[in-house]
């Protein structure tokens, strides 16, 4: 498991199974039970804390990561690798973070 990765999971109900983004960190996701992922989700609301997503990045249509809908969730709730958010593509997702956590030195990145 790497961080910026696609992966399955199973959410608790309502939500139950969807394609989240992991955001913990690659180095600790060894060690932890636990792991911080953002919903991937068909809904598209316009927003800046979203992420659009689609095939490049392995899904089977264009969504988005809803960095407002950030969880903690058991390792063991993640089934199967997706696919990656591409490298040049980080900065969307931790600007998204800005705007979704108020913080101003990550929204204008």
């Known amino acids: 498991m790497k961080q ?7 959410l ?5 199974r969807r394609p989240v ?11 932890l039970s636990r792991v911080m992922i953002a919903e991937v989700t068909s809904t ?5 804390q979203e992420v659009v997503l689609g095939r490049r990045e392995g899904l089977r249509s264009e969504c988005v990561a809803n960095l407002d809908n950030v969880h903690m969730v058991p390792k063991s709730r993640l089934s199967a690798r997706i696919g990656v958010v591409a490298t040049r ?4 997702v931790k600007r ?6 108020a913080w101003p030195e990550l929204m204008y990145l």
Do not use: H
Not at 4 to 10: D, G, K, M, V
Not at 44 to 48: A, K
């Open 12 to 16: 608790p109900e309502p939500v139950g």
């Open 21 to 31: 983004v992991l955001l913990t960190r690659s180095s600790a996701t060894d060690y």
């Open 44 to 48: 598209r609301r316009g927003i800046p």
């Open 89 to 92: 593509r980080i900065p969307e």
């Open 96 to 101: 998204a973070l800005g705007f979704a956590l």
């Open 4 to 10: 910026f990765e696609i992966w399955w999971a199973e």
